[in-house]
């Protein structure tokens, strides 16, 4: 068992706090409805590479276009990660190639109704180094109104960050839109 990290992380709740300067977005991945294995990587903008984990036992992860044909509080025609049909319930995990001082996506669930949307992140010896929780409300307004989940460390870096989401009479699945990453510490 690790000792548990002491860090300063803030807690961002608009994409434009977090002041990326890299991130992933999922159309990379293929066109709407591509099935994805359960670990596959990914590259960010910047070419860093992420090894993108989806638990869950149930159908595969998909890449999905937010609007008209799937209504989601995502922006029309956005490329959003879903963890799959079938309700599986995630979540998704990032590994790092690289460590960054900061991290966020919007996140929904595939349920309408209030939720929590959770982003853990972890430093190089897998010791917490933030957890983000937020409430937010899953609609099909298709308006960009998805909560924004993220954080900026001041003191130690993450390599691995986990996106879940929980609301009653779950679990959902999950989605989440381009992830934004900061490389730069100040």
């Not at 991945?29 to 990587?41: K, N």
């Not at 599986?88 to 790092?96: D, Q």
């Not at 929780?133 to 924004?148: E, N, P, Q, V, Y």
Request: aromatic letters at 6%; one cysteine or more.
């Amino acid at each position: 068992m690790s000792a548990p990290v002491l860090t300063t992380a803030t807690a961002i709740e608009e994409r434009a706090g977090l002041g990326a300067d890299d991130g992933i977005d999922w159309a990379g991945l293929g066109a709407p409805y591509t099935r994805l294995e359960r670990s596959f990587v990914a590259r960010s903008i910047g070419g860093m590479a992420v090894q993108v984990q989806v638990a869950g036992h149930k159908a595969p992860p998909l890449v999905l276009e937010s609007c008209p044909a799937n209504h989601t509080n995502f922006v029309l025609g956005e490329m959003v990660l879903f963890t799959g049909l079938e309700q599986n319930p995630g979540p998704i995990v990032l590994v790092l190639s690289e460590p960054v001082w900061g991290a966020g996506a919007q996140i929904q669930p595939d349920y309408p109704g209030a939720f929590t949307g959770v982003l853990e992140a972890f430093d190089d010896q897998d010791r917490p180094v933030a957890s983000v929780r937020r409430a937010g409300l899953s609609t099909t307004a298709c308006d960009g109104s998805a909560i924004f989940v993220g954080f900026h460390c001041l003191q130690v870096p993450v390599v691995r960050l986990v996106f879940a989401v929980e609301a009653a009479g779950g679990p959902y699945a999950l989605a989440v839109n381009r992830l934004d990453l900061r490389h730069t510490r100040a």
